[in-house]
Structure formats: structure tokens, C-alpha cells
């Protein structure tokens, strides 16, 4: 079974950047055939897609961090990544990322919280003003 493991989050002032990691353990198969993607929740809202990216490398992200936020992964070391750049409070909340079904050229969009087949167990970004 996948394990994902989250690292990464930490508290910043608003402006500020951080890099969050996913390393993923347990895949079967090849790390590269599925889509990954980080989704946030923030207290007393619903999780949301953030950002994804597919099995080609193509990647789609919400109208909120586009030009902000990149997602990015290297297939040799299994781990996903998400660098937040210009962040704002508007941001705090905690990040997860997951993994999902093979995916080609992007016009999926955000992934699909019922399509993901593992989550991580999600790490704390707080952005103060």
C-alpha cells in the first residue's frame, strides 16, 4: 500500500516562501505512471485541489496560486514537491498530497478527491499578516 509522507510546513510572514516534499514509499509500479497533487484545507472549509500533475509532467493549478505556486516532481527519488512563492494568509491551511490514476497532457485539471487513491497525512503552512 502507497505511504506518502509530507515535510516542508512551517509558519511565514505573508510575502514569504516555503517548499513542501511528498515522498512517496510502498508504490507498485512505476512512481512516473501516476498523477500527484496537493490539496489544503484550511479550519471549518471543504479540502481543495491546489495544484497537479500528471503522469507526463503536465500540470494544472487553482486560479488562486497561479503564478505563485509551482508543483514539480522527480520521478528517481519518488517525491513530489511544491514550492509557494508571494505567499499570503489566505494560504494557512494544512497540505496534503495525494496520489492519482494515470493521467496524460493535462486536461484533467485538479485532481479529484474521490479519484485519489492515497493521501498523505498532511503538514501545517501558516502565513501571518
Known amino acids: 500500500q502507497v505511504q506518502l509522507v509530507e515535510s516542508g510546513g512551517g509558519s511565514v510572514q505573508a510575502g514569504g516562501s516555503l517548499r513542501l516534499s511528498c515522498a512517496a514509499y510502498?508504490?507498485?509500479?512505476?512512481?512516473?505512471?501516476?498523477?500527484l497533487g496537493w490539496f489544503r484545507q484550511a479550519p471549518g472549509k471543504e479540502r481543495e485541489g491546489v495544484a497537479a500533475?500528471?503522469?507526463?509532467?503536465?500540470?494544472s493549478y487553482a486560479d488562486s496560486v497561479k503564478g505563485r505556486f509551482t508543483i514539480s516532481k522527480d520521478n528517481a527519488k519518488s517525491t513530489l514537491y511544491l514550492e509557494m512563492n508571494s505567499l499570503k494568509p489566505e494560504d494557512t491551511a494544512m497540505y496534503y498530497c495525494?496520489?492519482?490514476?494515470?493521467?496524460?497532457?493535462?486536461?484533467?485539471?485538479?485532481?479529484?478527491?474521490?479519484?485519489?487513491?492515497?493521501w498523505g497525512q498532511g503538514t501545517q503552512v501558516t502565513v501571518s499578516s
Open positions: 500533475i500528471d503522469s507526463d509532467g503536465s500540470t
Open positions: 495525494a496520489r492519482g490514476p494515470p493521467r496524460y497532457g493535462g486536461r484533467g485539471g485538479l485532481l479529484r478527491a474521490r479519484d485519489v487513491t492515497g
Open positions: 510502498g508504490y507498485t509500479g512505476s512512481y512516473s505512471w501516476y498523477s
